[in-house]
């Protein structure tokens, strides 16, 4: 497909220096490679802007009189049979 862009001074001098990398990439190929990569690594600039994640574990003991193994059990003894 064919369409005109203007692109502004700093775009032209990205690939210009991205033709000269040494792949012999013409003016289109270089184009067409940077906004593919624009596309896929725009999420990675978000996330980096994201404080990361850490989940604070805290002992809560354990009971003899609970069975485990058995979600549905526990939950229908500790929330009544409403839990649901």
Known sequence: MRTTLTLDD???KTIREEMKSGDGKTFKEAVNEL????????????????????VKAKNLGVYDHLNYDN??????????????
């Open 71 to 84: 979600i549905a059990e526990l939950l229908e003894k500790l929330e009544g049979p409403f839990h649901k």
């Open 35 to 54: 906004i593919r990569l624009g596309r896929y690594f725009k999420q990675d600039k978000v996330d980096k802007k994201r404080k990361p994640f850490k």
């Open 10 to 12: 700093d775009v032209v």
